[in-house]
């Protein structure tokens, strides 16, 4: 979607202003609809102030979830699509959704395909979505396909969410034990500095270490936030390119402990997202091009545009796989005998079931482990700096009781 500045014409006299629209083309035909006839038209180009700024899909997957349910059963009432898509972009909660259900609508209007309007929005709806959607429309089911999206992406959050649960508590634990301990460093220990001073006797290494540590922390705490902020940026800018990309998913991968969920996360993700293209008639090449994306991993992405292309030579899917560390042999069996017996979306389905249960057993497991590791990481930190403190102090009592 681009910006235009226009000047024209219509019956009142001068008009002047600027409008959003997939072309140039579109632009001067909306403004034509609206009985304005356009003399000069440039594309206002995109700057860092107007620019969108946004990490991954701006709708979240339960807004798309009710959209996709809601548009199902609309369709399947009998209404149109044109008027479907008109009410979900009223009744959505999502602002980037109901902005490009808008634009899709004057598309349809135009008498564009639902799935040709929705590839210009890429950012919202995935590829997975679209040829869905293509294949829905050239076998005339686009409620099922509407119900099957629907389901995917119930699992997919499902999956995600339950992820994300096993990565941020000890996150937000971690995040706590930093703050408590800059907290102890620049308010709590310097109380102690002036005393320890006047003692005059010589300090435990421990204590001496924390009270540099308090210094430093008050003299260069604003360089302690710049780290932690450049670290952030870099992490980000890291992910946006994606060779540096494929690195931090491998690292991910390999991760003690979170590693072998990760990888189970993903390849769900890419036999349930495999699974519902090839079963809805998108060709195998094509399924395996959205898969890519959609894997959110670029190691695993890697091996999925090898199968494709082997495939494209003519040999098994399974060839890159059964040579790669993160598919287990029984994804490449499961996927070999669906290949053998013309049923590889079955197959498929039962190794992305097998592996949603096995994330969901495995986040409770590192759950049940995590919690009390990072209570005692927690408690013996804070330990650590307490200690420091009253060793001298205890040292002091006992020279006092022996006078």
């Not at 349930?272 to 395996?288: D, E, K, N, W």
């Not at 199968?307 to 003519?314: A, F, I, M, N």
Request: hydrophobic letters at 45%; glycine letters at 6%.
């Amino acid at each position: 979607m681009a910006r235009y500045k226009y000047s024209g014409r219509d019956r009142k006299g001068k008009r002047t202003g600027t409008l959003n629209a997939p072309s140039k083309r579109e632009a001067i035909e909306k403004l034509r609809g609206d009985g304005i006839r356009v003399l000069e038209m440039k594309e206002v180009p995109e700057t860092a102030l107007t620019k969108d700024i946004q990490f991954g899909n701006p709708v979240k997957l339960q807004h798309m979830v009710i959209y996709l349910r809601q548009f199902a059963t609309l369709i399947k009432a009998g209404v149109t699509i044109v008027d479907a898509t008109s009410i979900l972009a009223e009744q959505t909660e999502s602002k980037a959704l109901r902005k490009a259900l808008l634009d899709i609508e004057n598309e349809l209007r135009m008498g564009r395909p639902f799935s040709d309007s929705a590839e210009k929005h890429k950012k919202v709806f995935s590829s997975m979505f679209i040829n869905l959607v293509k294949a829905g429309e050239v076998g005339g089911n686009m409620e099922e396909t509407l119900e099957r999206l629907a389901v995917f992406f119930e699992k997919q959050h499902h999956t995600r969410q339950k992820v994300k649960s096993a990565l941020s508590y000890p996150t937000v634990i971690g995040i706590i034990a930093i703050g408590v301990v800059i907290f102890l460093l620049t308010s709590v220990v310097p109380t102690f500095v002036s005393m320890f001073e006047d003692m005059g006797a010589d300090l435990p290494v421990i204590t001496q270490f924390v009270l540099d540590a308090s210094k430093f922390m008050q003299k260069f705490w604003w360089l302690v936030l710049l780290i932690f902020i450049g670290i952030i940026f870099g992490f980000v800018a890291m992910r946006g390119n994606p060779k540096t990309r494929y690195y931090l998913d491998y690292a991910a991968l390999r991760m003690p402990i979170f590693g072998k969920m990760q990888q189970k996360a993903a390849l769900a993700r890419l036999s349930r997202t495999l699974s519902s293209l090839f079963s809805s008639g998108v060709p195998i090449l094509q399924a395996l091009a959205a898969c890519e994306k959609v894997v959110e991993n670029e190691v695993i992405s890697k091996v999925v545009r090898e199968s494709r292309d082997e495939l494209g030579k003519g040999n098994s899917l399974t060839t890159p796989m059964i040579k790669h560390w993160a598919f287990p042999p029984l994804v490449t069996q499961m996927i070999a005998i669906g290949e053998t017996t013309g049923s590889l979306d079955t197959m498929l389905s039962k190794v992305a079931d097998f592996y949603e249960q096995e994330v969901e057993t495995a986040t409770d497991q590192i759950k049940a482990l995590i919690e009390p590791l990072m209570i005692v990481f927690l408690a013996g930190m804070v330990g650590v700096i307490v200690l420091a403190i009253m060793t001298p102090m205890f040292d002091m009592f006992q020279h006092v009781d022996q006078l």
